[in-house]
């Protein structure tokens, strides 16, 4: 710093006054801060500053800098996106982000049940909404996504049973079974079972063959991840007559007119509440959520929180706490703790503000309307020469996959061909379905309108 | 819930007016009547009753409260000069020092009164007195006013004594089992020590008041107990003979193990099954040289003050942990009870200065299933 | 100049020093959100679809077996915008964000600024609006904040590669246990099977290598705080697969053995994975590889200052020596002559440990704290953090029955772990009663993890974001209540008093009979006591 330049006094830091340094300096009787540095060894403090580029000081030239940088991207509002394939475009009513931009929630952490009472309420509201959605009546406080969620079931089912083999169903996003094979290395036998090429959903007799009385958990998601609904009936009986626990992952918005696990037989459910409020982020906007009947065998398996209703010592109060805060499953030899932290509150508090907003009609017209869309895509994509909708009999509800084989174009290229014309296409499947040749993944919800179906037709019809 | 408002809660009190009595004058200890003697002779005084008001002087919530107490010096005077009242009082004779009968007679008609909780003020003699009239028939919490206080059921003081009974008025608190130890006071003040673990008081135990918001702490101590046997139990060596020492956390593979064996005392086991109960220094001696393959002991720390050895299982004599090896003693203790030790090292004082200096430096802890903790063991008591 | 008894001023101070606040906090008496349906009510209005594309499905329940149609709506309630949003607001205001109050009461949490430009950016449609799964043509900008925010974690760690996938702290700590185990597995190290921890790191090291099937030895701290470097001795062994440990951990208190620790654990091949939870106090002083660290974890909800979210979104940064790139979550961003792109091709790698790439938009914000601040403003955060610790820790040490143990005499970091031991002894009265009784004058206070090593604990951390005013406001606050506690102990033992409710009766939460975790079961369990 040279002599004639002053000291930067930060404004996110009200004591980098020299004034203020000083003041305290005396206070606590020291020379300089290098005191309070003293047990640091010589030779691990660091010479000089840091090699960062120089700083933007003022908030203006910081805005204008990030900005640059974020008018590099192009969003899905600039183009029209099919994308789908766990991270979800739909509407996001204003009061979601007027909710979830209030500083009080932004700000919090981990206050009482007292002084953060707002906090508290909102999230078992958030639960109690959900419980409504899957008829469950345990949901846990969120965790950091619809994949954590999966994994933590599978652990949860293992402990509950006492047994370790778990078969998960192979049409699942294929990062989801990563995930799932590091989350469980330890404690879980994990066993793939293949997808029927026909039906696009999990193979029933393959599972028949996989299926033992050692068997803890079958796990498959519904709809699952080329879009096809499941017969959540079939595969649960199954599971259930081996004595083995259905746990299943469903989209949360497909629940206005999708049955709810619970009702054919799931006993865990789990999820991603993205869908519910939560813009796309480029997958930050992901929360997951873990539910069950309120079995207390079940309840004491969960590793995260669970909020639950009380009375205080005012008449008609409510109070909001921990339930069942020792949990523990020792006796199945295996600490049931996992780890829990800092994961997605924010989000759960949205997911309740979107699901107070929606109501029962809104939930119900919202999975009408994207399940129209898809009938109606699916018809008009099957009609464009060489485009092949592979599992078209089967029921889809915002995704299914679209084939290209026939168009004698890799989907790498017609997606590149697509976004020159301001179209996000489906997501390109060929790596990892190699079966499905050059196939991609199509979404569409309640944000497409006809024209937006037609637009994509007409531009694909230009690009075959 | 409306329970509170119901019928008001009602609480017995004891007091041991000659608690402490010989602490101040060198005793040792108040237990036996020429002890007493003695010690108001060397102008020592009772601390029960002083002590007592403190804790009923902080007490929060008197009214929902209805208290049993007994006459005169071993309760109704405290209570009176509290400023509260004593609704139902026990008869005392005011002629004579009164003894651990009355203790326990008291204690035995409190119980029959329907009390839902015993508060006495006293040491570790009184505490035994408690033991053997109550059991775990009622919930009891101690007000530290004797010399000796090793036991697990006192307060750390009469004010947190005081708190924790009006949280358990509330009904904010739960019941734990805690040790009942005591020394023998004529060894004592031989200068020899020798202490025993008796038996376990429920007793009302801090919990958090507020569960913390941040992260969670989500192990009863039973829990803990039963991930300690898991573990445990699974690296039990065939044809290996085990001694097996007192106290809860080892009474907990001896459940998991199913074998009837003492809370007390210390037990054989061999192969899973149980050898001996409850045996003596000469019985364990005879039976490591009976045994042909190694020998295994497996103790826990033993009341407040984080004893290995050397109290509660005199039994375990250092001629035994000679026998033994020092290399083959495991500790299994919950998490809890070490962290309460608020970082004091564990102590040993088996009566052999060279046996303690072996048994120091570092040993390994089973605190729950796959969970050790490197914890320091001392052999200086002060 | 001369004032009348009128001036209102003079009543809000005494020699200079504010008053005591006279506070409470807003308190609507607010129903559960399902006792505000009304039959009918909308929320908002559903596009509907196009003439052409209902026909074309027709009955679309049709389309779906019959086992997979939902036969009931689901029992939300039905209520008008207007009333959602005002049920929400009121339940934000019974809230104490850190934007309110004087935070340092939530020690181990570095509560500090968040900076509102921060999250205006992060609103923005550029960056909510970004589909994970787009071309990476298309997100050019936000990768290449992502790869420059990862040079700065560099530069901060001495590490050689990041990956902000992990969603908050605890996922950061787990990912770096997969590392571990990842790493000895490819060495074939089978027989390492053993973590050390530290009684006073985060409990999140032991439970996550644990979930690896890790043995977990944990140290104690020596009379001077630190973890016992015999104790470490006397666990370490050819088993050892590693250490994971925060430096300074809770106690504030830097180990300045710590390059001991490290070289004792890798002279038997253990890795070693620095918790750097506790970062604020050494940003720009001391970096983990500069110790030989193997691994690290920042928390940007932390030390990066973006917002805590009630809990999160957040980021746990998990950054490694060039050793250990290969067995790194996928995908990596990296830079190809000035184009990002996803690099997912790492076969030895852990896999994933969440959905794509972690939460971007946190990144985003710490990415913008940081480009404000610049080096030298990194160091002033360190500084002044440190220093207000140190001040804050004179005058709360001020006060009857406070005692900060171990390392008597010492300069601590950025945070210390306090006792009230000797004010329980004398009133009875808990520290997490004094924390109930600060929250009726609208402060947070937090004692520390469970179990508690130190008895009755509190842990305060000022950070660079309070000023010396705020501190002495919440040091005379925390003088009051304590005095409270020894001269009405009353007040305190049935505080809170001025929050939002009273005290909760907590039976029902630990009896299934009784708890209830959703309103349809509290519905179910207590149908009786409603109608009285």
């Known amino acids: ?464 | 819930m409306a329970k509170a408002i119901a019928k008001p809660m009602t609480i017995g009190l004891i007091i041991n007016p000659v608690a402490g009595l010989g602490g101040r004058v060198g005793l040792k200890g108040s237990d036996g009547i020429d002890i007493q003697r003695r010690a108001r002779e060397l102008g020592g005084q009772g601390r029960g009753v002083e002590r007592t008001i403190s804790t009923l002087n902080s007490l929060s919530t008197a009214s929902d409260v209805e208290i049993l107490t007994c006459q005169g010096t071993m309760g109704e005077d405290a209570v009176k000069t509290a400023g509260l009242n004593a609704n139902v009082v026990f008869p005392i004779s005011p002629y004579r020092q009164p003894t651990p009968s009355d203790t326990m007679a008291a204690a035995r008609w409190m119980v029959e009164q329907g009390v839902s909780l015993i508060v006495f003020a006293g040491g570790d003699g009184t505490a035994r007195n408690l033991l053997d009239a109550v059991g775990d028939q009622v919930p009891v919490l101690g007000i530290p006013a004797g010399v000796k206080v090793q036991s697990a059921v006192f307060a750390i003081s009469p004010k947190a004594a005081g708190e924790l009974l009006s949280r358990f008025i509330q009904g904010s608190i739960r019941c734990q089992s805690s040790e009942v130890m005591d020394l023998d006071e004529e060894e004592l003040r031989q200068q020899r020590v020798s202490a025993r673990l008796y038996g376990y008081l429920q007793t009302p135990v801090d919990r958090c008041l507020t569960q913390g918001a941040k992260t969670r702490s989500n192990t009863s101590d039973h829990a803990s107990a039963l991930a300690i046997a898991e573990e445990m139990a699974g690296a039990m060596c065939p044809d290996t003979l085990y001694l097996i020492g007192p106290g809860m956390t080892t009474a907990a593979l001896k459940e998991k193990l199913r074998i009837d064996g003492s809370l007390i005392g210390v037990d054989l086991v061999c192969n899973g099954r149980l050898i001996a109960k409850d045996v003596s220094e000469r019985e364990i001696l005879s039976a490591i040289d009976a045994h042909r393959g190694p020998v295994r002991l497996l103790i826990t720390c033993i009341g407040g003050q984080g004893f290995l050895l050397g109290r509660g299982n005199p039994q375990v004599s250092p001629e035994v942990l000679n026998r033994i090896g020092f290399g083959r003693i495991t500790v299994l203790a919950t998490t809890s009870k070490l962290t309460a030790l608020h970082g004091k090292p564990l102590l040993v004082d088996t009566g052999s200065s060279h046996v303690d200096r072996m048994l120091s430096g570092y040993i390994p802890v089973i605190t729950g299933y796959r969970e050790r903790q490197v914890y320091k063991v001392s052999d200086s008591l002060l | ?532």
């Not at chain 1, 929360?287 to 009375?311: C, T």
């Not at chain 3, 609507?28 to 006792?35: K, L, Y």
């Not at chain 3, 787990?174 to 099977?193: E, L, P």
């Open chain 1, 1 to 464: 710093m040279s002599t004639t330049q002053k000291k930067t006094v930060y404004p996110y830091i009200p004591n980098s006054t020299p004034q203020a340094r000083q003041f305290m300096l005396d206070a606590v009787n020291a020379k300089s801060v290098d005191e309070f540095y003293a047990d640091i060894p010589k030779h691990l403090k660091l010479d000089g500053l840091l090699d960062l580029p120089a700083p933007k000081l003022s908030e203006f030239g910081l805005k204008r800098h990030v900005q640059k940088l974020l008018n590099k991207n192009t969003s899905t509002e600039d183009n029209l996106s099919f994308l789908g394939g766990g991270c979800y475009q739909h509407h996001v009513p204003s009061v979601c982000d007027e909710v979830n931009q209030r500083s009080e929630f932004v700000t919090a952490y981990a206050g009482e049940p007292y002084d953060d009472h707002g906090r508290f309420q909102a999230l078992f509201e958030y639960t109690s909404l959900m419980g409504e959605l899957l008829e469950m009546d345990v949901v846990n406080v969120p965790v950091y996504d619809g994949f954590q969620a999966a994994a933590t079931s599978i652990r949860m089912a293992c402990r509950y049973t006492g047994k370790r083999k778990a078969l998960i169903s192979g049409a699942i996003n294929p990062d989801k079974l990563k995930m799932i094979t590091t989350y469980c290395q330890a404690d879980v036998d994990i066993h793939v079972i293949p997808v029927d090429q026909k039906t696009g959903g999990l193979c029933r007799a393959s599972l028949k063959d996989l299926l033992d009385d050692q068997t803890a958990v079958v796990y498959f998601d519904n709809p699952n991840y080329l879009g096809v609904i499941e017969d959540g009936e079939a595969i649960c009986s199954l599971a259930n007559e081996a004595g083995a626990v259905p746990a299943v992952a469903v989209d949360p918005i497909s629940l206005g007119v999708l049955a709810p696990p619970a009702n054919y037989g799931a006993k865990l459910v789990t999820g991603d509440i993205q869908p519910l409020g939560m813009h796309m982020q480029f997958g930050g906007g992901h929360a997951g959520f873990i539910a069950s009947h309120d079995e207390p065998d079940m309840v004491m398996q969960y590793p995260s929180r669970l909020f639950g209703i009380a009375p205080t010592e005012v008449p008609g109060e409510y109070g909001f706490g921990d339930v069942a805060f020792e949990r523990t499953s020792f006796e199945k030899r295996e600490n049931g703790q996992e780890y829990v932290g800092t994961a997605a509150v924010l989000w759960g508090i949205t997911a309740g503000v979107y699901l107070a907003t929606m109501g029962p009609q809104g939930m119900q017209e919202i999975g009408e309307g994207i399940l129209q869309r898809n009938c109606y895509a699916k018809q008009q994509l099957s009609k464009l020469p060489g485009v092949n909708v592979p599992h078209f009999d089967q029921p889809h509800f915002k995704e299914f996959v679209v084939n290209f084989d026939d168009t004698g174009k890799t989907v790498a290229e017609i997606n590149l061909a697509l976004q020159e014309k301001g179209i996000f296409a489906g997501h390109d499947l060929s790596a990892d379905w190699p079966e499905l040749g050059q196939s991609a993944l199509y979404c569409f919800t309640e944000v497409h309108t006809q024209n937006d179906i037609d637009t994509l037709c007409q531009a694909l019809t230009e690009v075959l």
């Open chain 3, 1 to 532: 100049m001369n004032y009348s008894d009128t001036d209102i001023r003079k009543h809000r101070h005494t020699d200079g020093k504010p008053n005591l606040r006279r506070f409470h906090q807003a308190r609507w008496d607010e129903p559960v959100v399902m006792e505000l349906s009304a039959e009918g009510e909308r929320g908002i209005l559903i596009p509907e679809a196009e003439q052409a594309v209902r026909d074309a499905a027709a009955n679309v329940y049709d389309t779906l077996p019959s086992s997979m149609r939902r036969k009931n709506a689901p029992a939300l309630p039905e209520i008008a915008q207007n009333r959602v949003l005002r049920h929400y607001l009121r339940l934000s205001q019974e809230n104490l964000g850190a934007d309110l109050q004087v935070d340092i009461g939530q020690g181990t949490c570095t509560m500090k600024y968040n900076p509102k430009i921060n999250d205006q950016l992060a609103y923005s449609p550029k960056m909510a609006e970004l589909h994970p799964l787009q071309d990476e043509s298309t997100v050019q900008g936000i990768l290449e904040v992502m790869h420059e925010f990862e040079k700065i974690i560099k530069a901060i760690s001495g590490m050689d590669k990041a990956s902000f996938q992990p969603r908050g702290g605890s996922a950061a700590i787990y990912a770096n246990a997969a590392v571990i185990k990842k790493y000895h597995d490819a060495q074939g190290n089978t027989h390492k099977d053993e973590i050390i921890t530290t009684m006073l790191s985060h409990p999140s090291d032991a439970a996550c290598a644990k979930l690896f099937g890790f043995k977990i030895i944990t140290l104690y701290p020596d009379d001077d705080g630190y973890p016992d470097i015999e104790a470490l001795k006397a666990a370490v062994s050819e088993r050892t697969a590693g250490l994971m440990i925060t430096n300074p951990e809770d106690t504030g208190i830097f180990n300045p053995r710590i390059q001991e620790f490290v070289d004792i654990v890798h002279e038997v091949g253990g890795l070693c994975a620095y918790d750097q939870a506790n970062a604020n106090g050494l940003l720009g002083i001391t970096r983990a590889r500069d110790a030989g660290f193997d691994l690290c974890q920042f928390n940007l909800h932390k030390t990066f200052s973006t917002p805590h979210n009630s809990g999160g979104p957040a980021v746990g940064v998990q950054a490694v020596t060039k050793e250990l790139v290969p067995y790194l979550p996928g995908p990596l961003v990296e830079n190809d002559n000035g184009r990002y792109y996803l690099n997912d091709d790492l076969p030895h790698g852990i896999g994933k440990v969440a959905a794509f790439y972690g939460a971007a938009s946190v990144v985003l914000r710490a990415y913008a704290w940081v480009m404000n601040l610049g080096a030298e403003g990194l160091k002033e955060v360190a500084e002044i953090a440190v220093l207000n610790n140190n001040y804050l820790m004179g005058e709360v040490l001020k006060i009857k029955g406070s005692s900060a143990p171990w390392a008597k005499g010492k300069r601590r970091i950025e945070q210390v772990r306090y006792s009230w031991e000797e004010l329980h002894r004398d009133t009875g009265i808990h520290s997490e009663q004094l924390g109930l009784r600060m929250a009726d004058y609208g402060l947070h206070y937090w004692t520390s993890h469970h179990p508690y090593l130190l008895p009755e604990p509190a842990t305060f951390e000022p950070t660079e974001s309070y000023s010396i005013t705020d501190m002495d406001e919440y040091v005379r606050t925390l003088k009051a209540v304590t005095e409270e506690a020894y001269s009405n102990p009353a007040i305190v033992r049935s505080a809170p008093h001025n929050c939002p409710i009273h005290k909760i009766r907590h039976d029902n939460f630990d009896d299934p009979e009784r708890w209830a975790v959703t309103w349809r079961a509290y519905c179910r369990k207590h149908a009786d006591s409603s109608n009285g």
